[in-house]
């Protein structure tokens, strides 16, 4: 099955642009990944959904304009733009793999976003 | 709107069984998949099992195959995972999630605030 690395952190400043990635493992170019944002002390929130060509279908409930998806090759970026203080959490990649008989959720390690 | 409240969460000894649960409201239950995802202190997030709109068909990770059952009532509105044989590695907030299918495969767009599970003597 595909594999989904994150880098653990990521840093920027206020009022600055970040982008944070998550790469497939080899094989998998195909797959679409989907970002969710996890502040502290709560459950995770769906931001949208990535391809190699980019969004795919609509952003999750109130998730900000500043947020942007594109996609390259095996890698899938998550653009956060004009950085806000409550910007600052974790960010996850999540796939699923397989069909009826094999299925299977996925995640990235996440990646830790700080805004100095 | 869409509210997913987990409960049943608590301590419970090495070797232990527990079963949590997750109410849903504002929306169709039965047209949904629904998933559990853990993640275990300061640790990232762990798909735990995934169950069809009908509860048909059930999947589970490695993890937990054998030892985990995801299985719902829909007369209820309730998404359940019975854990048996836990052990300390099960520590975990479990949350309830929401699955959207779309044609690439499922998302899950909505999700509980947690509970959390502590295997300890």
């Known amino acids: 099955q595909p594999v989904l690395t994150q880098p653990p952190s990521a840093s920027a400043s206020l009022g600055a642009s970040v982008t944070l990635t998550c790469s497939l493992s080899?094989?998998?170019?195909?797959?679409?990944v989907d970002w969710y944002q996890q502040r502290p002390g709560e459950g995770p929130r769906f931001l949208m959904r990535?391809?190699?060509?980019?969004?795919?279908?609509s952003k999750g409930d109130g998730t900000p304009d500043r947020f942007s998806v594109w996609g390259s090759g095996l890698n899938r970026y998550l653009t956060i733009h004009t950085l806000q203080e409550e910007d600052e959490c974790d960010y996850y990649c999540?796939?699923?793999?397989?069909?009826?008989?094999?299925?299977?959720?996925?995640f990235g390690g996440g990646t830790k976003l700080t805004v100095l | 709107q869409v509210q997913l409240m987990e409960s049943g969460g608590g301590v419970v000894q090495p070797g232990g069984s527990l079963r949590v649960s997750c109410a849903a409201s504002?929306?169709?239950?039965?047209?949904?998949?629904m998933y559990w995802v853990r993640q275990r202190p300061g640790k990232g997030l762990e798909w735990v099992a995934t169950?069809?709109?009908?509860?048909?068909?059930?999947y589970h990770a490695d993890s937990v195959k054998g030892r985990f059952a995801v299985s719902r009532d829909n007369s209820r509105n309730t998404l359940y995972l019975h854990m048996d044989s836990l052990t300390a590695e099960d520590t975990a907030v479990y949350y309830c999630?929401?699955?959207?299918?779309?044609?690439?495969?499922?998302?899950?767009?909505?999700w509980g605030q947690g509970t959390l599970v502590t295997v300890s003597s």
């Open positions: 999630a929401r699955a959207m299918r779309d044609d690439y495969g499922f998302f899950c767009d909505f």
């Open positions: 080899a094989g998998y170019s195909h797959y679409k």
């Open positions: 990535v391809g190699a060509g980019g969004i795919v279908g």
């Open positions: 999540g796939a699923d793999h397989g069909g009826v008989s094999n299925f299977m959720g996925l």
């Open positions: 504002g929306f169709t239950f039965d047209d949904y998949a």
């Open positions: 169950t069809s709109n009908d509860g048909s068909n059930r």
